[in-house]
């Protein structure tokens, strides 16, 4: 039998058809938002394993996938100062599935020290969560004769570019600390830079050098045992794991130089996706276990359990430090090609 169909039986079908093409197109965001994470998410470090970054990495990324009822591998990719890990998740899928755990040195000063850094650090990245700050030690050998700051300053005073500091390298954050001493407190400490913080740290720990800026992290064991002897943190504040020991602004006023970690999210993960990100680290980073065991490694934690860092607070803070960076860059002479 024919069936005829008149105009309107026609519009009829064309809305039906229009609206069961809206709701087809609506259903991926609403499936990757239900269904994210559906396999493991992947950190990605840009420092070797074992650093200040990866020991944190690896705590908030277990504590994020509990969160997120996913799971987490961190994966370690160093090289270049921390470039090549960042390049590869600026040029990672946009799905929420690589995200890069990184720290201020590689994603703040990088840009300045580098001709070519391969990625541009607020264009190529969105914020998901500020984790907090570590700051660095400014270390001696126990034989160094001087045991404070001011002793270290009338030393380095009276012996112009004779007192030399180690670092892990050219445009590092413990060269670039020595460098602000330099500039703040008018002294004239003589830089030697190492292929990495690991040489670096046994030379001091073997009396070759008797200076060295360390993160709070890598050196604890070492100052608690008596194998090097803390002067001051670079922090603004003391550390409640170090109480006892002043910050360099006590004697150098408006001295600041500490490392922040925190994740980013490649731009163009989707906006649910990133808002499950986002919720997932507000409620990792308000986890009490997760906290005390950040605050015991030496982290001064962003924010409150109840009141977190915001992504755009953490936005700010990046593009602060980009410019304040690259004015100490420019002013020591630093560059890597």
């Known amino acids: 039998m024919r069936r005829t169909f008149s105009p309107a039986m026609t519009r009829r079908a064309l809305c039906a058809s229009a609206a069961l093409g809206c709701a087809l197109a609506a259903a991926p965001s609403a499936f990757a938002q239900a269904a994210y994470p559906s396999r493991p998410i992947v950190l990605v470090v840009p420092q070797a394993a074992g650093g200040t970054n990866d020991i944190v990495g690896r705590m908030v990324g277990q504590k994020l996938a509990e969160k997120l009822g996913g799971s987490a591998v961190v994966e370690n990719k160093p090289g270049a100062g921390g470039n090549i890990g960042t390049q590869a998740v600026a040029k990672a899928p946009k799905d929420g599935y690589t995200l890069l755990m990184t720290i201020s040195s590689s994603q703040a000063i990088n840009p300045a020290l580098y001709k070519a850094p391969g990625f541009d650090p607020v264009a190529d990245f969105q914020p998901v969560s500020l984790v907090g700050a570590v700051p660095n030690v400014l270390l001696a050998h126990p034989s ?30 413990n060269h670039l600390l020595g460098e602000m001493l330099n500039q703040m407190a008018g002294i004239e400490l003589q830089h030697v830079p190492y292929k990495g913080v690991a040489p670096a740290l046994n030379d001091v720990l073997g009396g070759q050098l008797p200076l060295l800026f360390g993160s709070l992290p890598s050196t604890l064991s070492h100052i608690k045992a008596g194998r090097l002897r803390a002067l001051a943190v670079s922090s603004p504040q003391r550390s409640p794991v170090l109480p006892d020991v ?21 731009t163009g993960v989707p906006r649910e996706v990133m808002d499950r990100l986002q919720d997932g680290m507000r409620q990792a980073m308000a986890d009490k276990e997760m906290r005390d065991k950040l605050e015991a490694q030496g982290v001064e934690l962003a924010g409150t359990a109840a009141k977190p860092v915001t992504p755009e607070e953490f936005a700010a803070l990046l593009k602060q430090d980009i410019a304040k960076w690259a004015r100490i860059v420019k002013t020591s002479g630093a560059t890597v090609n």
């Open 144 to 173: 160094f004769p001087a045991k404070t700051v001011p002793e270290l300053l009338a030393l380095a005073k009276s012996k112009p570019g004779q007192l030399q500091y180690a670092s892990a390298g050219n445009g590092t954050l």
């Open 246 to 266: 002043p910050a360099i602004a006590e004697f150098v006023p408006g001295y600041s130089g500490t490392l922040w970690i925190g994740l980013f999210a490649p």
